[in-house]
């Protein structure tokens, strides 16, 4: 297989993850998704704490929900006083989703990556959703919450991965036009999700079996 990188966008237990790290399984390629952040920190020389910390901190920002300052790959230097701003964080992880992308075939979960690699032929965007009630009942299997707790905290998170995406894309983040393929994991399931993206692989790159 040439090299070829799938990035996944997921509304928050619809399984998306899940849907990359099987993808990649069957592959025989990497998965990528906090990874990334350990590999920004060991490029940069910036404490991977402050690379998750900067997604919590923007999470309760009131300006990162009306703000949009998209990616241009600019990377600041140590000595420039906004070497740890959020900005430049977030471009050492655009940095090593591009550096990956260049060198394998990967599947890269998250991160604007699909935004990160637009110009790039060699990617095929995904963006996995389901309807409420299977997101709701997927994530009380990993946590124990009230449905009422979890409902709130499923609508919490995809509001800020929306808000995440429009900051550092300009873009909205559950928009069709953004993404090469669109699934219901819900209506299709985890595996069919995979054979769905393996079908459009061969397809668009004229794969061989």
């Known amino acids: 297989m040439r090299n070829i990188v799938i990035t996944v966008s997921r509304q928050y237990g619809s399984g998306g993850k899940t849907i990359g790290a099987m993808l990649a399984q069957e592959l025989g ?3 990528y998704s906090r990874e990334i952040l350990r590999m920004a920190s060991e490029d940069s020389g910036i404490n991977e ?3 998750g910390m900067s997604d919590e901190k923007m999470r309760h920002a009131p300006w990162f929900k009306i703000l949009s300052r998209p990616y241009d790959g600019e990377l600041l230097t140590p000595e ?3 070497f740890v701003s959020d900005d430049n964080l977030f471009n050492y992880q ?5 550096e990956l992308a260049a060198k394998e075939s990967c599947v890269i979960i998250g991160r604007c990556a699909d935004y990160v ?3 790039y032929p060699n990617v095929v965007s995904v963006f996995v959703h389901a309807d409420r009630q299977f997101c709701l009942d997927r994530a009380m299997e990993r ?4 449905e009422k707790e979890m409902q709130k905290y499923i609508e919490k998170t995809d509001k800020y991965r929306g808000d995440f995406y429009r900051y550092h894309t300009g873009h909205e983040w559950a928009d069709a036009r953004n993404y090469d393929l669109c699934l219901n ?3 299709l399931g ?9 079908a459009y692989m061969k397809i668009r790159f004229d794969l061989q079996d």
């Open 29 to 31: 390629i990497n998965c």
């Open 190 to 198: 985890f595996k069919k999700c995979v054979d769905e993206i393996r």
């Open 49 to 51: 704490r402050l690379f």
């Open 94 to 98: 655009a940095k090593i989703i591009k």
């Open 185 to 187: 994991s819900g209506k």
């Open 80 to 82: 420039d006083r906004d």
């Open 143 to 146: 946590h124990s919450m009230t």
């Open 117 to 119: 690699l637009r110009d």
